[in-house]
């Protein structure tokens, strides 16, 4: 029987986590893990020699979940620690309220959680709606959908170590279909809001580069589910040659 774990980085309570284990018990048994609040752009946060607080809730469906009084990646880390019954079959992260593309995967809690599971061997896929406002399971079903479809051919086909899926759907009833992506390019407009002795990282939403076709930012923009496999080798393979003829004694 597969087995799967359900996570998110909106907190454990959030419709779209609900939306998610739903369509992910159509094919297995679900465990749902996650934040007790809200972790958004919390990135790959891990809490080390700290005490975190675990308890047991019901969502909304009866279904019983574990909240988690930390972050996303903590939700996982634990989990493989054994504070559930581990390893799954796969872990999916989601549905986020709010997409997560170009260089949003390194803020993102979401995509964080799916990146801690593949670096505990288990593989993930990460899930995020168009819609910073979706308040209702319901609003995340054509997501919900998407993922399902996804979920099914990881399980079948597998995915390299260190390797997850990043799936972004358009806030539409239906898209038009899926397209395989590489991370496009975000245009933050961050602004400072200045309190009573306080700031704050204010603004308007990010938007980012549309005339690059075959980018994630370019399929939302069209209607389409974008699906970007991304990998934690950070490391940036065509500047190695350059840096070797630095002549920085790097060989000596």
Do not use: C
Not at 154 to 163: A, C, E, N, S, Y
Not at 208 to 235: C, F, K, N, Q, R
């Amino acid at each position: 029987m597969t087995y799967i774990v359900v996570t998110n980085d909106d907190g454990v309570t959030a419709p779209g986590i609900l939306a998610l284990a739903q369509a992910m018990s159509t094919i297995g048994d679900v465990q749902v893990i996650g934040p007790s609040i809200n972790q958004s752009a919390s990135g790959h946060k891990k809490t080390l020699y700290q005490d975190i607080a675990v308890e047991e809730l019901t969502l909304a469906d009866g279904r019983s979940a574990m909240s988690v009084a930390g972050s996303p990646a903590d939700s996982i880390a634990l989990a493989s620690l054994g504070v559930v019954d581990w390893p799954p079959s796969i872990v999916v992260s989601g549905i986020n309220r709010g997409p997560n593309l170009g260089q949003d995967i390194t803020y993102s809690g979401t995509v964080t959680a799916a990146l801690e599971s593949t670096i505990q061997g288990v593989p993930a896929v990460a899930v995020s709606l168009n819609n910073r406002i979706a308040n209702d399971p319901d609003e995340y079903r054509e997501a919900a959908r998407v993922a399902l479809n996804v979920v099914q051919h990881v399980l079948k086909f597998g995915l390299p170590p260190f390797t997850v899926l990043n799936v972004n759907v358009p806030n539409v009833p239906h898209v038009k279909g899926m397209r395989i992506t590489r991370q496009g390019i975000s245009i933050y407009r961050d602004a400072l809001v200045r309190g009573n002795g306080t700031y704050q990282i204010g603004g308007d939403e990010p938007t980012g580069v549309l005339d690059e076709l075959g980018t994630d930012i370019w399929a939302i923009a069209e209607g389409y589910a974008s699906i970007t496999p991304i990998h934690l080798d950070m490391t940036a393979h065509k500047l190695m040659a350059d840096l070797m003829n630095w002549d920085m004694g790097v060989e000596g």
